[in-house]
């Protein structure tokens, strides 16, 4: 979206005025997704999986894409399907997708949603640890307190609307 006022940037780019054509491309190599809902192809191996989020964002790189599962712990499971995989091994997949192409910003929607408490606690602590030794700007959508405060920052939306924020 367009923003009504101000502007923004993004790994050094003002990103607020570009057309929607370049902000595809931005989205594609800088930014990378985590969904509730894992959405990965059930027909693709793990490894093809994560390999297939680099062709979108401009080659593919098998290479990378194991890499990508390494700092997850899934490399011993790179040749099974999403229906042989837990569902927080499955998140865990959709996490290596977003994190092969190295985007400076990884948005996480609702990432332990769909998970059990010790899945959602894994999730979790592999996302900060990204923070904290990648330097990954990390935005997680969530409706669980106790997820959010694994957080430094706490923004509390109502109808769209900043409410409260606190750090944490």
Sequence with gaps: DT???GSYYLDDREVSRLSSGELAQVRSQKIGFVFQTFNLLPRLSALSNVDLGLRYAGGSDRNRAMEALAKVGLSDRANHRPTELSGGEQQRVAIARALAKNPPLLLADEPTGNLDSRSGEEIISILTSLHVEQGITLVM????????????????????????????
Excluded at 152 to 160: F, N, Y
Aim: net charge negative; proline share 3%.
């Design 3 to 5: 923003p009504t006022s």
């Design 141 to 168: 959508i969530t409706h669980d307190h106790n997820i959010a405060h694994h957080c430094q920052r706490i923004i509390h939306l109502k109808d769209g609307q900043v409410v409260s924020e606190e750090t944490v």
